[in-house]
């Protein structure tokens, strides 16, 4: 077993805090992890082995503002409001740090007693924080508490920011790779692409999209496949991004957003065609009977439906790390299991024709997002601020981790509303796959 090894730097001011991190991970030391301490003292993984990660403890009370007082979110908190830093690979990190937690916590009542007196002997030094936490109110899953969450994320930062690691298409979901050295634009094009063979879209057809984003979907299939393509969205910095790509692209009659909770959409005119991507996960399963309800009464008999969203792992228990997320990036949001969430389609009424894991491709996905968003930081830092700047670097981590090990998925679920009607899909999915 790997040990640590105290550097010769390390110094007196600094011991109580090393000595609490050599003792709560003497059953797991870490590999490719050092610790440097803000006096310079530091310790080492032994043998000379690289060092992927650095955890940098900015101040005496860095630890303890770490882990006291115990809450999920403490980790990246610390990182957020700079009690810690991460210098190196951010991802062999997290990982590092979860699994440590997960083995390393004693169970027996007398080691948790010494591990928390250990603790408590850490200097209590608490720099001031502002309040940076989603501060949502109302009934769960009520418009207005909606409106003010995706107010919270999407209309935050200002879109400038989103364009510095979401690539051409601002696509704000899992692309699709042909290898995992792909660049950011083509995954993103040939994710497009792949929706609008899987619907089966045809000139003229009428398409909905709900949760449109920032327009990349009904832009490319008004514009490459001659729907009309309608987006629903209550962002208004998103609308205003669509507005102008709209008119830039001449899509003018051809393609247009409405800013309209979706569960107000009018179904007065039905479509041919409707998808969401990435939108569920803002609905949870408490309204999928809603939506998926809306869908099948806005689909003309035969007309498909297109599910794209993350799921988490069925029967599992969610990730402690989802404390910060919901805090921090995505307030109230929610991943169903694939299984649940083809009950409900089912249930709605809707025929489930393919469904499709994209796992694999929203690791990739993530890391381009961080590593564009680490080579943008000082654009990052001007269009907002550090303290932005370090919750979407540790979230795009720590999701990626949880797609590696399968705590999440992405799946594609292709729908139809059949009844009486032909669905009018290819009979193989050769069509799907031509020429990628």
């Not at 850490?122 to 501060?135: C, F, K, Q, S, V």
């Not at 009659?253 to 998808?275: H, I, L, M, S, W």
């Not at 402690?320 to 169903?336: C, T």
């Amino acid at each position: 077993m790997s040990t640590l090894t105290e550097s010769p730097k390390s110094s007196q001011n600094s011991a109580a805090s090393l000595e609490f991190f050599k003792h709560l991970t003497a059953k797991y030391p870490p590999t490719e992890v050092a610790v440097r301490c803000w006096d310079g003292g530091e310790i080492l993984p032994s043998g000379g082995k690289p060092i992927r990660a650095t955890l940098v403890l900015n101040h005496p009370g860095s630890l303890r503002q770490v882990f006291w007082p115990f809450n999920k979110a403490a980790m990246g908190e610390g990182y957020i409001f700079d009690d810690i830093d991460i210098e190196g690979e951010i991802e062999p990190f997290l990982e590092y740090f979860l699994e440590m937690r997960a083995r390393c916590v004693p169970e027996d009542l007398s080691s948790k007693l010494a591990l928390f007196r250990k603790l408590l002997a850490l200097p209590n030094e608490a720099r001031p924080r502002t309040n940076r936490a989603a501060d949502v109110s109302g009934k769960h899953r009520s418009e207005s508490r909606d409106q003010q969450a995706i107010e919270y994320h999407y209309d935050g930062p200002p879109s400038e920011f989103y364009r510095l690691f979401l690539g051409k298409y601002m696509q704000y979901t899992c692309n699709y790779f042909m290898s995992p050295d792909e660049d950011i634009d083509t995954a993103q094009e040939r994710k497009l692409e792949h929706i609008c063979r899987k619907l089966n879209l045809k000139p003229g057809e009428r398409l909905i999209d709900f949760g449109c984003g920032w327009g990349g979907l009904i832009t490319y299939a008004a514009k490459h496949y001659g729907v009309e393509a309608v987006g629903v969205s209550i962002s208004k910095e998103q609308i205003k991004w669509i507005n102008r790509l709209v008119e830039e692209e001449g899509l003018q009659g051809r393609c247009r957003v409405e800013y309209c909770d979706y569960r107000r959409f009018p179904e007065t005119q039905p479509f041919d065609k409707a998808v969401s991507v990435g939108f569920i996960e803002h609905l949870g399963l408490k309204m999928m009977p809603t939506f998926f309800g809306k869908v099948m009464r806005l689909l003309k008999p035969g007309g498909l439906y297109l599910h794209h969203g993350i799921t988490m792992r069925p029967f599992g228990k969610f990730p402690p790390w989802r404390k910060f997320a919901q805090k921090y990036v995505f307030p109230d949001g929610e991943l169903v299991p694939i299984n649940d969430t083809l009950t409900e389609l089912a249930r709605a009424g809707l025929e489930i024709r393919d469904v499709e894991s994209l796992r694999e491709h929203y690791i990739y996905t993530l890391r381009r997002w961080r590593e564009l968003l680490e080579q943008n930081h000082d654009e990052a830092v001007r269009l907002t601020d550090e303290v932005n700047y370090r919750i979407f670097r540790v979230y795009f981590a720590g999701a990626t981790l949880g797609f590696r090990n399968h705590t999440y998925n992405l799946n594609q679920t292709l729908t139809v509303k059949s009844g009486n009607a032909e669905s009018g899909l290819p009979l193989t999915r050769a069509a799907w796959y031509r020429d990628v």
